[in-house]
């Protein structure tokens, strides 16, 4: 963050977010809305990029490296001989001038820039064995022979094409062979327009392939993988009207990519993140409606996970006793139907839950105007994807998402006496109380109170974003694997998530001309 936030929230360092680091995520746990909202600022807040070195820190006794010590590099790179760190990777030699250690070409590689709990480990197998694939000269390592050498798509979930093929250990080989892979990592600020970071990303992109064409290394595209959000702020870096890159990128490899948004992140932003009361996620993530606003409604990425035109009619509910009172959008705009109200008990802002820092210009007005442009880049993200794009993505019945968004009445009232409830009490976390002089009226022996409660997740996904959302892909990517068993932040760790993500780089390098 920017030193002037600093000092405002009176931090002795500038970190706005690194979930890494256990002292930060402590941090979050504590803090009301308004110094959230002060703290995930996107007007105030950047990647944290290492820079050889020399990025500041806002504190003077705090190095780069060990603000980055969220990231270890173990057991992968040591699997076969000790501090061995792949090729790429390893340690320059005693007595070299500026010697660097693994650890600091991993992060001028941009490897301390992300999550690293959640995608470490596929940094490093990608960094390994698309490096190293082979135990001798002719003979594939047996982690390739393993996980992917003669086994079927479908084991991974593959449901598009229905007959995808098996590779055989001589297409990993050619396809490997004479090629290096050094793998970099590129965080984007979650907090700004998916349309800026596109920008943003192309721009390192670019300048990392012609910093590879100055050595003595040809590099002329890039292959990307990309996770949830980071599926938009790529397919917008590639995008012919934003970051246009797209014939400097070989294919891409969505994963949980929220593809028309999430119905989760209009629930999210009434109620606060899922899980029990003491849910160190949920706390630190926010725990309430009010939490969640203040930082989502001012923060354009934020707004644009909420589900697009796309996403269709209907997703948004008010039933009683199974009986449907409300669905919208009814006309394909959830913006002006549901995202812009101001007066509907089931709109997506309270107004005194967007400004609790007081900051300057921060009211409801400048949301509904970031709304504007969130509308304005999915209409132009719209159905543009990469030619060679593969998915991934979880569809568990298990791990239900918020698809469809369903408010429940306890009180029967009609279509237009629902449009006109005034609330009393909206506690946050899902729990609406309402004076209802119609029905006192009806019901004089029955005070109330007259109550909404917003149901549980019903469909398919991965506890983030549901299959109405991901299955859209199915139109565009030349493969799709939809699994089960695990939950969206924690995809890139999963077995047949992995293996998904290798066989299809094989196919994409396979689509590389020589």
Partial sequence: M?????????????IAWRVDSTYETARFIKLTAGERQKQLDPSETCV?????????????????????????????????????????LAPDPSGSKRRKTHLEKALERGWGEILFDSYGELLQLLERHLNEPMCSESELSEWWKNTLVQISPTSWGNV?????????????????SKRWFP?????????????????????????LISKYNNTVYKCEKVILITHSMGGLAARAAMHPAIGKIEKSVHGVIHGAMPALGAGTAYKRMRCGFEGYSLSIVRNVLGATG????????????????????????????????????????????????IYKLKDKWFRLLKEEWINPARLNKRNIDRSFALLDEAKTFHEKLNEYF??????????????????????????????????????SIDNGIGEIYFTHELALKKLSTDLGPFKANLATAQDPGDETVAICSSDSQMKFCKAVFRQTGYEHQESFKDEKSIAATFYSLIKIIQSIKR
């Avoid at 793998?183 to 300048?207: F, P």
């Fill in 290 to 337: 009010a939490e969640v606003t203040s930082v989502l409604a001012n923060a354009p990425g934020g707004l644009e996970l909420l589900p697009s035109k796309a996403y269709g009619n209907g997703w948004l509910q008010v039933i009683h006793e199974n009986q449907l009172i409300l669905n919208l959008p009814q006309n394909g705009d959830p913006y002006s139907e």
């Fill in 160 to 176: 598009l094409p229905p007959d995808l093929s098996q590779l055989k250990d001589t297409d990993i080989i050619a396809a490997l």
């Fill in 386 to 423: 990469h030619p060679n794009s593969y998915a991934i993505y979880g569809a568990d019945r298990k791990k239900t998402a918020w698809g469809k968004v369903t408010w429940q009445l306890d009180f029967e009232v009609t279509p237009k006496e629902n449009l006109d409830l005034c609330v």
């Fill in 48 to 88: 944290d990029t290492y820079d050889e070195g020399h990025s500041e820190t806002g504190n003077p006794s705090e190095t780069p490296l060990k603000r980055n010590s969220g990231v270890t590099l173990k057991n992968v790179f040591q699997q076969h001989i000790p501090n061995n760190f792949g090729v790429l």
């Fill in 183 to 207: 793998t970099h990592a590129m965080g984007y600020n979650w907090l700004e327009s998916n349309s800026i970071s596109g920008i943003k990303l192309s721009e390192r992109i670019s300048a």
């Fill in 2 to 14: 920017s030193a002037k936030r600093q000092a405002l929230l009176n931090k002795n360092n500038n």
